[in-house]
């Protein structure tokens, strides 16, 4: 199956149960439908996306898996993060529809045919979509939030992982 692939497509071996392809965006839906009805790679397993937010692209990973679920290929394709669109792969796998959504709610892609584009975990979100590398979470935490403040366990982050780290040294080295 891989042989075959080998013949229409440049295929990295990431390694023995997992390939991956590189293709043009506008290429997705076809290369996704030939896969699917020529090979056994069957099931959409995940869409996985990357924010390269300095090249001003998402990269998007379609997580094919075999019928046997022995081997995975990624098909991958990048898109300009303004104006994010990608057309919906719900008629060849209905399961797209949820990791669309998500992708949706998370990055703020389009996806084109998808129906259910709306809000899915965070009601009402308003802000920059909270996946994007430009979310400012702590910033975000605490101009919303003031569960911490006043509470004797308001801890520096930075300052209490340095803590953790110093004592699980210390315990190392005297053997507990």
């Excluded at 995975?72 to 797209?96: C, G, H, W, Y």
């Excluded at 801890?155 to 190392?172: F, P, Q, S, W």
Aim: aromatic content about 10%.
């Amino acid at each position: 199956m891989i042989e075959k692939l080998k013949q229409n497509y440049e295929i990295e071996e990431k390694n023995q149960r997992l390939f991956k392809i590189r293709i043009k965006q506008e290429e997705l839906i076809t290369v996704i439908s030939s896969i699917s009805s020529t090979t056994n790679f069957i099931t959409l397993s995940q869409i996985a996306c990357a924010d390269w937010i300095e090249d001003e692209v998402f990269t998007l990973n379609y997580i094919l898996t075999t019928d046997k679920r022995d081997k995975n290929l990624m098909v991958e394709i990048s898109i300009a993060r303004d104006n994010s669109s990608i057309p919906t792969l719900m008629k060849l796998f209905p399961q797209a529809e949820v990791m669309e959504r998500d992708l949706h709610e998370m990055y703020g892609m389009d996806f084109i045919g998808n129906p259910t584009l709306y809000d899915f975990a965070l009601e009402d979100w308003k802000e920059i979509p909270p996946l994007r590398r430009e979310f400012d979470t702590l910033e975000y935490v605490n101009s919303n939030f003031e569960f911490r403040k006043g509470r004797e366990d308001n801890r520096d982050v930075k300052v209490e992982i340095k803590r953790r780290r110093a004592e699980a040294k210390k315990r190392l080295k005297d053997g507990k």
